[in-house]
Every structure is written in structure tokens, then in C-alpha cells.
């Protein structure tokens, strides 16, 4: 069965300076993968995917993320963080031999960025 | 927008209650989701329904059922309480398609004392 690994619960760093968020997934099958982002009293956002095409995905807020499939990883990047990142980030995987298209999610990181 | 709306942000509930708690979607969506969120675990999946009246056990059925009567609504029925359901819920929705995202509601924070 496929699973997701989030290392680091939570990741404090200053406000402007880059960030990594680390996703690694347990089957080299092919998989759809997928960043969220919850911020605090809410429900999950979606930040960026992964379907195809070029490893590098571009998502809103400045983030991105690349596909790794030797390494089985999909890190979430932002070269500049703001205060309002602050928040818990979810990644996920779908198998692409799943029918039913569930949605398997990592721990969480939780992103604190201080002034 | 898509909006998926659940009926209660917070409730309490003595062990042993009946507990159902209710999730409505407004975009035709075929699939919906119930997670559970809890620190330290991420979202665990409890059960699916990609149709009506169709649902799909997920990784942690046990002690849940749900009903899907109509395509939009989609409720998760707690049987019977126990304090260790005390967690936050959250309902999802999508189209029936590969590769497409979630759309999460707010969630329904549910304490059983």
C-alpha cells in the first residue's frame, strides 16, 4: 500500500529566508502527488500537483515543487517565505492504478516563520 | 467556487451517543471523502462514496458507517461514541477523474467526553 513520508513535523524559519519542505512516497508505481496547505480554523488548500509532463511544478503563493521519481520524492520549495506562510502543509499521493482516486496523506509539516 | 459545507465546526457529544455529522457539496461532484485529522497522524481516511449509495471502506472504518442519499450530501455516522473519535473531521469532494484535487471543508471539531 502506498504511504507518505513528512520527516519534519515542524520547520521554524525568518521571515525572506528559502524553505524546504520534504515529501518522500513509499512505491515507485506511478502515483499523481499533491501539495495542501491548512491554515489555522480551516480546511485543506490545494497548493500545487504533480500529473505529468515537466518535473518542476509551479503552485500559487510562490511555492513549488519538483519530482524526483528515482528518489521518490516531491519537496516543496519557496525561495522567500512571508509571515503569512505560517501554516501546516500536507503532501499526498494518489496511485494512478487506484481507481477509486483517494488521496493518501503524509504527517504534516508545520511552517512557522518568524519575524 | 466550489464550496463544501459542514454543518457543525464544533460539537460535543457524551460516550455512547449516536453521532452524525452531516457534509453538503455544490458542484456535482461524483466522489466524496471522509478524513480524520489528528496531530502527528495527518489525514487517515475513513471511508469514500464515488456515487450514490455506493461507499468504499478506507484505512480506519472501524466504529463509523456513513449514507449517501443524494449526490451532494454525504454523512458520516458515529454508532456509538467513544472518546478515543474525539478528532477533528473532514469532508472532501471531487469529480470522478484521475489526477483531480480535493475540495476540503472546514472541518467539524468533535469532542466525546
Known amino acids: 500500500a502506498q504511504s507518505v513520508t513528512q520527516l519534519d513535523s515542524q520547520v521554524p524559519v525568518f521571515e525572506e529566508a528559502p524553505v524546504e519542505l520534504r515529501c518522500n512516497y513509499s512505491?515507485?508505481?506511478?502515483?499523481?502527488l499533491f501539495w495542501y496547505v491548512q491554515y489555522p480554523n480551516q480546511g485543506l488548500q490545494l497548493l500545487l500537483k504533480?500529473?505529468?509532463?515537466?518535473?518542476l511544478v509551479k503552485g500559487i503563493n510562490g511555492f513549488e515543487a519538483e519530482f524526483n521519481k528515482s528518489q521518490t520524492s516531491f519537496h516543496l520549495r519557496k525561495p522567500s517565505v512571508h509571515i503569512s506562510d505560517t501554516a501546516e502543509y500536507f503532501c499526498?499521493?494518489?496511485?494512478?492504478?487506484?481507481?477509486?482516486?483517494?488521496?493518501?496523506f503524509g504527517s504534516g509539516t508545520r511552517l512557522l516563520v518568524r519575524p | 467556487d466550489v464550496k463544501v459545507t459542514q454543518s457543525s465546526r464544533y460539537l460535543v457529544k457524551r460516550t455512547g451517543e449516536k453521532v452524525f455529522l452531516e457534509c453538503v457539496q455544490d458542484?456535482?461532484?461524483?466522489?466524496m471523502f471522509w478524513y480524520r485529522q489528528d496531530p502527528g497522524l495527518g489525514l487517515r481516511l475513513i471511508y469514500f462514496?464515488?456515487?450514490?449509495?455506493?461507499?468504499e471502506k478506507g484505512d480506519i472504518p472501524e466504529g463509523y458507517s456513513v449514507s449517501r442519499e443524494k449526490k451532494e450530501r454525504f454523512s458520516l455516522i458515529l454508532e456509538s461514541a467513544s472518546t478515543n473519535q474525539t478528532s477533528m473531521y473532514l469532508c472532501?469532494?471531487?469529480?470522478?477523474?484521475?489526477?483531480?484535487?480535493?475540495?476540503f471543508g472546514n472541518g467539524t471539531r468533535l469532542t466525546v467526553t
Open positions: 504533480y500529473l505529468s509532463g515537466s518535473t
Open positions: 499526498a499521493v494518489s496511485d494512478r492504478t487506484d481507481s477509486s482516486y483517494k488521496l493518501i
Open positions: 472532501a469532494s471531487s469529480y470522478y477523474r484521475v489526477g483531480v484535487p480535493l475540495h
Open positions: 512505491s515507485s508505481v506511478s502515483v499523481y
Open positions: 458542484m456535482d461532484h461524483e466522489n
Open positions: 462514496s464515488y456515487d450514490v449509495k455506493m461507499k
